[in-house]
């Protein structure tokens, strides 16, 4: 098979996987010749499949090489498109094509790094060897000092763990789905444990060697020896609507995977029916009969999830009363019109955790509020300079006791902020 043809196959495999936050890059085929041309056309930018965009925690936007080492895979999971009862073209990537492939792409500025998983197509530990080969490749022969995300292939070794963690930057291992009982209906050669303790070992490791480190640092022997495990951290993924799990059990159990597992992400994929005619074939009795992914769903767990990890916002208090975050409203609004008998906010004097709850005002602009008011008092124009959204905020704040607009009909409030985020389908980067 030619290297265009397993680009495109696993690189289009690759893309349901949601932990690295991507889209389609926009690369197009513009010709050219040269020692990496293939028909004359210049490598990699007639594959726009296999490249993706990431966003990092302050923003900005790096280019990802997104494959797997091989979709053929032993597993037979209802949702996923690699399963092996699909009828799917297969393909599998050797070590060298992988690591050429990666420093092409890097030395041309097309990527900034590589996000790779596969299909489980044989023992958990001999897949993750060829992960694990390809990193370390990478690394000691090539010289490649980008960005590498690894997944861990649950029921992998300790020993493995540790060795991926030594070359890659993160390090993932997706839970799926939000229960054990959903897994075993969609996915029976899963188990929730197994996961769980791929993610504990990530963790445990990693916390090791920061404690190793952590002690040299203090030691009088100066120079830190110690190599840094995945020092971005390890992410999940979790699939949205694929089985009956409501929004609270999902916050829930990211909240507990948070504080258990030191998490840096848990990404939420919507479920894309790919067993319909045209997507892979007959429908899956065990799968939803939906039209298509519920995006404004998973979005609105994105805005959860931040409220979680940026806003020091409980599970309880983010659903409180329903068990599904409102379609209409984003949840940190919903939860302010819910409790207006804690509005207006004071903003020349209220305490971070205050601010921290009005919406429309994020943990930076709450940040600047409390820097610029230690040198003069605020108005509502300096309120817009620092980048606080009034069209949500004006209706939950005073500034030097003056109103913009009084909060005292939550019907009324809700209907006008209904929506005000626009087409609710993008992931939040910053603040709301």
Known sequence: MELSDKITIL??????????????????DTGGSGADSQKGRRFGFNLPAGVCHSWTGDGRCVSLLKVLYSNVCRFDCAYCVNRVSADTPRASFTTDELVDLTCRFYRRNYIEGLFLSSGIFADPDIVMEK???VARTLRTDSGYGGYIHLKIIPGTG???IREAGLWADRLSA??????DRSLQTLAPQKSGKTILRAMEAVAETGAQFEEDRRQIRFSSQGKNSTPAFAPAGQSTQLIVGATGEDDRQIISLSEALYRKFSLRRVYYSAFIP???????????????DIPGPPLVREHRLYQADWLLRFYHFSP??????????????DP?????VRHLERFPVEINSACQEELLRVPGLGAVSARRIIEVRRSRSLSFDSLRRLGVVLKRAR???????????????PKRIRRILADADGAGLQMPLFEF
């Open 316 to 329: 309880g208090e983010i659903l409180d009363n329903t068990p599904y975050l409102d379609p209409h409203i």
């Open 174 to 179: 997706n839970i799926e789905l939000p229960t």
């Open 158 to 160: 300790e020993k493995l």
């Open 11 to 28: 690189a289009g495999a690759a893309k349901y996987d949601a932990s690295c936050a991507s889209s389609g890059s926009g690369l197009t």
């Open 395 to 409: 209706y939950f704040i005073t500034v030097g006791g003056a109103f913009l607009d009084k909060p005292d009909d």
């Open 131 to 133: 992960l694990i080969g």
């Open 332 to 336: 940190k609004t919903a939860w302010a």
């Open 274 to 288: 790919v067993g319909v005619p045209g997507r892979g074939g007959i429908p899956d009795p065990r799968l939803p």
